[in-house]
């Protein structure tokens, strides 16, 4: 028996707009050609989409890099460079689809009423990770410019430095040149180009803290993997509920958290991306009074156990001084790397 056609499914014979289809832009004080090497460099893909497989389509030299898209996400991808003044606009264009592989990472799959669901989910967690990274881009070839000059050549990091490649001597521009509306390539046929457009805001200066812990560091790791344990030894997380899950090692994906500090009670969601038992990040998709979370835990083995470094940005929708806010920010880092140390050493059972 034929079933049912659910009212929100595709209709035969139309194309419908990806599921995934995301357009970001952010502006980087650097020069285009430069900065396009940096970002040609496929380490620095791999680092920024670790569930993608990107096959180069088009290099288009200062102006950036196609790619043809499989994985999690089976589609298309670009990132476009577009001088602007003293600088360059980072356009980044994700158009695809979910494979099976991503519905059958989240621990609530289910068939198509519940898939939808997963996508926002999806791409949520595209838009809020590309956004830290491009941002961390910025900083990296922006080093040593003060804020508000105009780009030239940065000398405190070296010739052969990013920084100093990048704030090479800007050329003549006669302005902003007209909107690009990039062409799906024939790797993706039906694509269409609608986008949508991210609205994360820049990213604030990281407070950092560290303890050594008595344990190898795959045991650290062990424990700040379990989040559904996190109640029982932390005393400001009431509850913890694991939503999606990496299909190869069983680590949660994404998390929604009730937290409940003192003045700071919300319910909010993270995403996490982990590398092996040597690092952990994660970042804000959701929350209501919480409004940028981002943070990690850096793990490095030592002769006495594990040096775990801490590294953690906060913004709360309550009005604090920034000294006010890196004082509460370094005192939530202190108390979690404590209680981690206590749980760790201690047991499950401490």
């Known amino acids: ?41 496929p380490e620095r893909w791999h680092r920024w989409w670790p569930r993608l497989e ?14 043809r898209v499989a994985g999690e996400l089976v589609g298309t991808a670009e990132i476009w460079l577009e001088r602007w003044r ?32 997963d996508v926002e989910r999806i791409r949520r967690r595209y838009v809020t990770t ?7 881009l910025k900083d990296e070839v922006e080093a040593g410019r003060v804020v508000g000059t105009p780009r030239r050549v940065a000398r405190r990091g070296g010739p052969g430095s990013a920084a100093s490649a990048a704030h090479a001597a800007p050329e003549s521009t006669g302005g902003r040149p007209q909107a690009h509306r990039p062409e799906a390539d024939a790797g993706a046929p ?34 700040i993997a379990d989040l559904e344990a996190y109640p029982e030894w932390t005393a400001s997380v009431r509850e913890v509920e694991v939503l999606t899950v990496y299909e190869d090692d069983g680590r949660p994906g994404e998390a929604r958290f009730v937290l409940d500090a003192g003045p700071v009670k919300d319910t909010y969601t993270l995403t996490y991306e982990w590398d092996d038992d040597h690092e952990v990040r994660w970042s804000l998709v959701e929350g209501s009074l919480i409004r940028q979370l981002e943070g990690s835990y850096r793990l490095v083995e030592s002769a006495a156990g594990t040096d775990v470094t801490y590294q953690l940005t906060v913004d709360v929708a309550i009005p604090l001084l920034g000294l006010m806010k890196r004082k509460a920010e ?21």
């Open 330 to 350: 370094k005192v939530i880092i202190d108390t979690a790397l404590k209680e981690l140390k206590k749980r760790v050493e201690g047991g499950s059972g401490a």
């Open 190 to 223: 039906g694509i269409p180009i609608t986008a949508v457009r991210s609205k994360v805001g820049p990213m604030a200066a990281q407070t950092t803290s560290s303890i050594t812990i008595a344990a190898p560091p795959a045991d650290v790791m062990a424990v």
């Open 86 to 117: 003293d600088g360059v606009v980072v356009h980044w264009f994700l158009r695809a689809e979910p494979t099976a592989d991503a519905g059958r990472n989240s621990r609530r799959w289910r068939p198509w009423r519940r898939r939808r669901v």
């Open 130 to 136: 590309f956004k830290r990274h491009v941002h961390e």
């Open 1 to 41: 028996m034929a079933r049912e056609k659910h009212r929100d499914e595709p209709t035969d014979g139309v194309v419908a707009a990806p599921a995934v289809d995301i357009m970001d832009e952010s502006f980087i004080v650097a020069d285009p050609a430069a900065l396009a090497a940096i970002i040609a460099d």
């Open 54 to 67: 990107l096959v180069v389509v088009e290099d288009r030299g200062s102006l950036g890099l196609r790619w």
